[in-house]
C-alpha cells in the first residue's frame, strides 16, 4: 500500500494546564513528542504511514500549574 504522513493534532487546550503527547511504537519505544504547533495545541507527525504500520499509541497526560 502506498505510504504518506498523517499528523495527530490536540488542539483547544485550557490555559492553565500543560498536556505532554507521546507517540511509540507497536514494541513500547517512544518514537515522536508533540511539538507546538502555533495554535495553542500539540501536534505529532507519523512518516510514512500505511496500513500495514498501525501498531502505533499516543499516550496524552495533563497536568494543572496552580499559581499561590
Same mark, same amino acid.
Not at 513500547?28 to 510514512?48: A, D, H
Given at each position: ?11 483547544? +487546550? $485550557? ?15 517512544? &518514537?515522536? #513528542? ?11 507527525? +507519523? $512518516? ?15 497536568? &494543572?500549574? #496552580?499559581?499561590?
Amino acid at each position: 500500500p502506498p505510504s504518506r504522513s498523517i499528523t495527530i493534532t490536540l488542539d483547544h +487546550i $485550557p490555559e492553565g494546564y500543560d498536556y505532554e503527547m507521546v507517540l511509540y511504537d507497536e514494541e513500547g519505544n517512544q &518514537v515522536g #513528542i508533540g511539538k507546538e504547533n502555533g495554535n495553542g495545541g500539540l501536534s505529532i507527525t +507519523i $512518516p510514512n504511514w500505511n496500513s500495514d504500520n498501525t501498531g502505533y499509541t499516543v499516550k496524552v497526560q495533563a497536568t &494543572v500549574s #496552580i499559581s499561590l
